[in-house]
């Protein structure tokens, strides 16, 4: 913790060891945090030069004393913690200052780049090959975005796997990027992925279905974008494309959005025009899970699958669905369900 602040190692282990007591000698916290003797008095030396630690009773002596008498007389010093708020306050306030330097001339770089830079073929498409060097790019773009992430989901992970893609989905969401899926229909086929989803939607992710997709890919910004070649490396290693700000990149953008326009929205959400009525009379949560699965266009076995129940509790669910819309088909369920707000 203290290591970001500038501290050593060391110095925080003598730091939290001298926490919770008055004062201490340089024997007691050698023996506390496991340091050599002479390192923790090295320690305890700095510390107090930096304004981190004051001591307390000083019986060093004088500086002409034998060597053996000054260090048992070290030993003997004890010192006490300058309180955090006063020690560790300007620590605190440099770091601030040095992020915010390091970011001012992050957009200075940044900008200096986009008005000066001459793109030719081969800074506007990079090319990548490799397992570590695909997983390394695509994760600077997923982290590195700011503002939004657009993504196609296509068949299995291949160079990133599902759970290091599911870390930086949660990373993104928490700084409150605007994150956009598109998911190919048999994408959530498995039950793990499609709960997966069902969490990362109630996070504020927004995910559609479409019935094919012609790529995978995921758009950073709309400043850079990745695209996995099916051409592997000439060692059978997979490969991807970076796209960077060209007019192929507003292409990818297109198409994302729309793909977006055309897909279908997967679960249910309150959109605050949901009828009023009395609860016997609406679909429970999960009459809704199915409800909106099969407008989805997903087979009752698929929707089984992805729920994790029978096939019997997705047709007995979509049974009762028909009955309090008074439909007799599946169209007419959905017209009904439209218009009673139950989506």
């Known amino acids: ?28 916290l050698a023996r506390q945090t496991g340091l050599e003797r002479s390192e923790t008095i090295r320690v305890l030396r700095d510390m107090a030069a930096r304004g981190l630690v004051a001591v307390v009773s000083d019986a060093s002596g004088e500086t002409s004393a034998p060597a053996g008498r000054r260090d048992e007389a070290e030993s003997a010093t004890r010192y006490r913690l300058t309180p955090p708020s006063v020690a560790l306050a300007p620590l605190l ?35 990548v090959v490799g397992t570590e060097q695909v997983a390394h790019r695509f994760h600077q773009l997923e982290h590195g975005a700011q503002r939004e992430l657009l993504v196609f989901l296509v068949g299995a992970p291949i160079a990133v796997p599902r759970e290091d893609t599911d870390m930086a989905e949660n990373s993104a969401l928490d700084r409150g990027v605007d994150f956009r899926v598109v998911a190919d229909q048999d994408y959530l086929d498995s039950q793990d992925v499609a709960q997966d989803m ?40 997979p490969g991807a494309i970076v796209v960077h700000r060209s007019g192929l990149l507003t292409a990818l953008v297109h198409l994302f959005e729309q793909e977006w326009a055309q897909a279908r929205p997967l679960y249910p959400t309150d959109s605050g025009v949901r009828v009023q009525a009395a609860a016997e009379h609406r679909p429970t949560e999960g009459e809704l899970e199915v409800l909106a699965l099969l407008l989805a266009g997903v087979s009752d076995r698929r929707a089984a699958s992805q729920l994790g129940v029978s096939i019997r509790t997705v047709e007995r669910r979509t049974r009762r669905l028909m009955d309090l819309a008074g439909a007799d088909s599946r169209l007419q369920l959905g017209w009904h369900a439209a218009r009673a707000g139950w989506l």
């Open 198 to 237: 069902r969490t990362a939607i109630a996070s504020g992710l927004e995910l559609r279905l479409a019935d094919t997709l012609p790529l995978k890919m995921v758009v950073s910004d709309r400043e850079r974008a990745m695209v996995p070649l099916e051409v592997a490396g000439p060692c059978g290693e």
């Open 93 to 127: 306030v440099e770091q601030r200052n040095a992020l915010q330097r390091a970011e001012t001339a992050f957009s200075m770089l940044t900008e200096q780049y986009r008005s000066t830079a001459v793109h030719p073929a081969g800074s506007v498409v990079e090319v």
């Open 1 to 28: 913790m203290l290591q970001e602040l500038g501290l050593g190692p060391a110095e925080e282990a003598v730091y939290t060891a001298l926490l919770p007591r008055p004062s201490a000698s340089a024997p007691d």
